[in-house]
């Protein structure tokens, strides 16, 4: 069993920057990969990011690719999204997911990730 909590979500305006963490819990966390997904107002969960259990490989949805950065640090069981140059459509709830597996693959669909967060929330002005 992973739990896992998100934070340092909040209010930026456009063009400005917010780093997220996700800190697990249980020894397992470097075995598993791990996602951030979102969700705006309205409209479904996302995916946004996600990562291997090394941190060797990483993969983005378009909408934010050169933007965000997911990276890792398994002694601290923490996963962080850097997220740069914001924009008003990136406002959303955004979530950490393990994915157990173990395998060597990134997925972008949410049945591969067996627990969530309760989430942070992010709002960029215009």
């Known amino acids: 069993q992973v739990q896992l909590v998100e934070s340092g979500g909040g209010l930026v305006q456009a063009g400005g920057s917010l780093r997220l963490s996700c800190a697990a819990s249980?020894?397992?966390?470097?075995?598993?990969?791990m996602g951030w997904f979102r969700q705006a107002p309205g409209k479904e969960r996302e995916f946004v990011a996600a990562?291997?259990?090394?941190?060797?490989?990483?993969y983005y949805a378009d909408s934010v690719k050169g933007r965000f950065t997911i990276s890792r640090d398994n002694a601290k069981n923490t996963v962080y999204l850097q997220m740069n140059s914001l924009k008003p459509e990136d406002t959303a709830v955004y979530y950490c997911?393990?994915?157990?597996?173990?395998?060597?693959?990134?997925?972008?669909?949410?049945?591969?990730?067996?627990?969530w967060g309760q989430g942070t929330q992010v709002t960029v002005s215009s």
């Open positions: 997911a393990a994915d157990p597996a173990g395998t060597s693959s990134l997925y972008t669909a949410e049945l591969y990730y067996d627990y």
């Open positions: 249980g020894r397992t966390f470097r075995s598993y990969a």
């Open positions: 990562i291997s259990w090394s941190g060797s490989r990483q």
